[in-house]
């Protein structure tokens, strides 16, 4: 059931503390939520040929999407029909003409049929072939950006619930954009809806991220439901809606940044929060997709990738220069922090810093929520966030 694209009038805390602390209530997730959702799982670019392919995860299922000889992509449980086996490596890559288990060489063909099986005749006399093709998925491409839903036969555009209409106008695979390549990850130690109501959260823009994003205040930003996904827009200009704050707007024309071809002019929103681990922003100088991966209760992955004018990712720094990088794991911890996070002038630092802070909180048995910022702007969309999550859990 589709809930109404209004948000509601007053702001409520809906989902009760161990939703956040319980690995238990995370299980349930698995099976109930991330189990037919649309996930994240690549760009299009990386499955150009017959026979490429990527794998991607929903819970605890695990996808691959795969070039047919016919051209068409299609997606499968990365599993063998015979014993369970993983069938293609973690990542991307080229499976040739079929896809073949490493295990027991059981063959299946691009279009998941089952082809061939050593020993056939004095093993499986009686194997009906039909019957025994790879489990399917449900894949499609949106803006070049690849989803997969672990169950088969599922309709993209009824997900994205009218968002199309106010989608992002950058395109990943123009040569005026360039990307970091392999993606920055974020081990955050906090549930992956304390990170996504942050995200959510209109109220705190003008608070903690005074020094980096310059609010706006809760009266000056608002979010737009579309399904259980949320758009996010600045209000600080009365004739338009931007995708930026004007402080941020003001800071990148002071930098002269170069901005993106065909994404300079407003119109668009400046954060997608696409249900339940999508995250994509937009502005006229760079393009970025954070998926959020939960590891248990109280721990989150963020795995970003991200896409900018050429003259501006070249005077970026690496990985290594971001905030909390372990050089050991390659990723960004808030353990490695060498300066206070609020003095790091990184508004994703200043998230990664309340995001734990807040998982720590939800840990003291006098942990409660109070009364909360009503409006668009401010916290009523996380109210519909967890509604949103509630009716997926209750289905």
Same mark, same amino acid.
């Given at each position: ?75 499968? +449980? ?75 036969? &599922? ?74 996904? &949320? ?113 790091? &002038? ?45 009716? +997926?859990?209750?289905?």
């Amino acid at each position: 059931m589709q809930q109404p694209n209004q948000m509601p009038e007053v702001a409520t805390q809906e989902l009760p503390p161990e939703a956040y602390t319980s690995d238990e209530w995370l299980a349930q997730e698995n099976k109930k939520l991330f189990s037919r959702s649309w996930v994240f799982a690549g760009v299009e670019s990386k499955v150009a040929n017959a026979g490429d392919y990527m794998t991607a995860k929903a819970g605890h299922f695990t996808l691959v999407v795969i070039r047919g000889n016919d051209g068409e992509l299609r997606a499968f +449980h990365n599993i063998c029909r015979h014993r369970g086996t993983e069938l293609l490596d973690h990542g991307c890559g080229n499976a040739g003409k079929t896809i073949v288990c490493p295990y027991h060489s059981w063959t299946f063909g691009l279009d998941g049929a089952l082809r061939g099986i050593p020993d056939q005749q004095a093993c499986f006399p009686d194997i009906n072939k039909k019957e025994n093709g790879l489990h399917r998925a449900s894949v499609a491409v949106f803006k070049g950006i690849v989803f997969v839903n672990p169950e088969p036969d &599922q309709d993209l555009s009824e997900w994205l619930s009218g968002l199309e209409d106010v989608v992002w106008p950058h395109d990943i695979t123009s040569p005026e954009l360039i990307s970091y390549g392999e993606p920055v990850t974020y081990e955050m130690q906090c549930n992956w809806k304390v990170f996504f109501e942050n995200a959510i959260d209109g109220y705190h823009l003008a608070y903690l991220h005074k020094n980096t994003l310059g609010g706006p205040t809760q009266d000056k930003n608002i979010w737009d439901p579309y399904g259980d996904n &949320q758009v996010w827009y600045s209000t600080e200009n009365e004739t338009v809606r931007s995708r930026v704050p004007n402080f941020v707007s003001t800071r990148m024309d002071k930098w002269n940044a170069k901005k993106i071809p065909h994404a300079e002019k407003e119109g668009y929103g400046g954060v997608y929060m696409l249900f339940p681990t999508t995250l994509i922003v937009a502005s006229p100088w760079s393009f970025s997709i954070s998926v959020m991966e939960p590891v248990s209760a109280g721990v989150t992955r963020l795995h970003a990738y991200v896409w900018a004018a050429k003259s501006w990712m070249s005077s970026r720094g690496s990985v290594k220069d971001i905030p909390g990088y372990d050089k050991v794991s390659g990723m960004i911890k808030s353990s490695h922090w060498k300066v206070h996070p609020l003095e790091t &002038q990184d508004f994703q630092t200043e998230d990664v810093y309340v995001v734990e802070k807040m998982q720590r909180a939800m840990m003291s048995p006098k942990y409660t929520v109070g009364k909360m910022a009503s409006g668009p702007g401010a916290e009523s969309p996380l109210t519909y966030f967890q509604r949103s999550v509630l009716r +997926h859990m209750e289905a």
